[in-house]
């Protein structure tokens, strides 16, 4: 039913409705018609797209999942209890929820073995840290060939492992660890996961050309290759360590300014061309007439060295890259060994993770969808969440107030214990100089 209601809503707009249909004809009608509809779609999409495993953790779910019983003998192993968590957008909504403090959690289902080569891989899951978790795990891992999976834990191989992995304040790194031929290879980007207390979908896209994607809640948080964000194969290309700066190669990006030959001795003032000689002006009286000075517009001041942009420049040079002699392509790079299981193997300090929605499949649309249904209830869950915030800064706030009315009291009492002994011991004290006092006193009588 869940493929059908995300098939449905894909193929119509939200304004189309069963609600619109029921108006004109009855229930059955309705829904037949709304299955003739469909039926070529439904075909199409089922040749195209394969679901190879869906959890959303309803009835009969324990079937399909194995509890392991590794670190039990340790006292160590912690258990899952299915519920919808603490604040749930849908209350009918349930996942499997870790439920011991300071505890190893394993547990796996069995599929029907499936290869992703000449295929996509979509991997995805939703996960909620209702707790402080303080430090602990909660990724997902794909297995492959024979798995005891009463004895599946942290020493299992696996082919791939995927989510997030949170220690205090530091780390809040988002994993996606693959295994090559029995090496296990992280991603070498730094990618951060989300530590709020709602519930996130982590989505992990492997593509046939080896190129991947990785979305959080639907939105892309980061993309590439395999052959350069994983350190499987050689890189193609190198250095060459051979390789010289050409002589003529001119990096300087700025030179000073040559000062133009004759700078020093273009003249500050020069006459005015435009002035003329009164026609009053006698040179016998006055001398030889010459027209006033002017500020020579060619002058510039004294010079100053400056920089200006080099003509020649080529740039900063840099090292070009060879092809590698020591790389060697593998075209089933992006290919995992065959997956025959799904777990949740993590250990955490603070237990309250709230696993749900896994799926596995090939269609990247599909496994939107399937995020878009899960959140038509974000409102409701944010809602819960605030009201469930509201009652546990209440009863932290009552707890502060009875710690300090206890604290109150038992200050009384020390205080009133002490002015006791005091007034007990001043008592004694008085006696014992009365009675000294009134010996003397008889003595002289």
Known sequence: MHVLHSIISHIFPNSVKLKACRSLVPPQMAKLKVLQLLLPFLLFWLSASEIIFEERFEDGWQ??????????????AGSFKHTAGKWPGDPDDKGIQTNNDASHFAISAKLDEFTNKNRTLVLQYSIRFEQEIECGGGYIKLLSGFVNQKKFGGDTPYSLMFGPDICGSQTKKLHVIHSYQGQNYPLKKELECETDKLTHFYTFILRPDATYSILIDNRERDSG???????????????????????????????????PEGYDSIPKEIPDPNAKQPDNWDEEEDGVWKPPKIPNPDYKGPWKRKKVKNPNYKGKWKIPYIDNPEFEDDPDLYVLKPIKYVGIEVWQVKAGSLFDNVLICDDPSY????????????????????????????????????????GERRRRERGYDRRHRDRERYRDRYKRYRRDYMDDYHDEL
């Open 63 to 76: 079937s399909r999942w194995v509890r392991s019983d590794w670190k039990k003998s340790e006292g160590k």
């Open 225 to 259: 290759s395999m052959y350069t964000d994983w350190d499987i194969l050689p890189p193609r290309k190198i250095k060459d360590v051979n390789a010289k700066k050409p002589a003529d190669w001119d990096d300087r990006e700025y030179i000073e300014d040559v000062k």
């Open 367 to 406: 496994a939107k969808q399937v995020v878009e249904e899960v959140f038509a209830h974000r409102e409701a869950e944010k809602e819960a969440f605030e009201e469930a915030e509201k009652v546990r800064k209440a009863q932290e706030e009552e707890e502060s107030r009875r710690a300090r009315e206890e």
